[in-house]
């Protein structure tokens, strides 16, 4: 069946640094990517998604493209900030089944 | 923007009583799912629903059962609530199977 891999947590950055997420997944079919963000105390928000191959999603700095030959979903963001400590989920969405969540990442920015 | 309300933020009950616990979203959307999140487990579904008064099991039913009577409304009920069933409670809407998903704010339940 499909389903989606992350890397395993928690990150820890100093402010300011460079944050890579990696996602990968595994799908019979054409499926939609998402990355959703949870904060503390909090439910789940859609942080951006992509529906096709080659499509780059982004949103408050973070960006992730659908990439169809590596089967990935990396999020990307150039410049964390404190606030962006979070938990950070890679989704996979298709049709004909329910959508399916990664464990999730902690991250933690340090000033 | 899409509005999806959970009935309590934190909830403390006794074993053995019955829970009910209720989402409601504003945007229309056929379908609606319920989630329980614990440490080291991820999100799971519990059941789902893709239109009114249709109910589907998702992956850890046992325990627990759902009313959707009117489309912005998805209930999950606890029957008789056990110290097992403590977690964090996630509600969800999605106007497409497949489709981005949002949430509601979480019900802590502890049950004691």
């Known amino acids: 069946g499909d389903s989606v891999t992350q890397m395993e947590g928690p990150v820890t950055l100093s402010e300011e640094a460079f944050l890579t997420i990696n996602c990968t997944y595994t799908?019979?079919?054409?499926?939609?990517l998402f990355w959703y963000v949870q904060y503390p105390g909090e439910g789940l928000q859609l942080l951006l998604k992509a529906t096709k191959a080659d499509d780059k999603g982004s949103n408050k700095g973070f960006e992730a493209t659908y990439r169809k030959e590596t089967t990935s979903f990396h999020l990307e963001k150039g410049s964390v900030q404190v606030s962006d400590s979070a938990v950070y989920f890679c989704?996979?969405?298709?049709?004909?089944?329910?959508?399916?969540f990664g464990p999730g990442t902690s991250l933690s920015v340090i000033p | 923007d899409v509005k999806v309300t959970q009935s309590s933020r934190y909830l403390v009950k006794r074993t053995g009583e019955k829970v009910f616990l209720e989402c409601v979203q504003d945007?229309?959307?056929?379908?609606m799912f319920w989630y329980r999140q614990d440490p080291g487990l991820g999100l799971r579904l519990i059941y789902f629903s893709y239109d009114v008064k249709m109910k589907e099991k998702g992956d850890i039913p046992e325990g627990y059962s759902v009313s959707r009577e009117k489309k912005e409304r998805f209930s999950l009920i606890l029957e008789s609530a056990s110290t097992n069933q403590t977690s964090m409670y996630l509600c969800?809407?999605?106007?497409?199977?497949?489709?981005?998903?949002?949430f509601g704010p979480g019900t802590r339940l502890t049950v004691t």
């Open positions: 989704a996979l969405g298709a049709s004909y089944d329910k959508v399916i």
């Open positions: 799908a019979t079919g054409y499926p939609s």
């Open positions: 969800a809407s999605s106007p497409s199977f497949g489709g981005e998903q949002y």
């Open positions: 945007m229309d959307h056929e379908n």
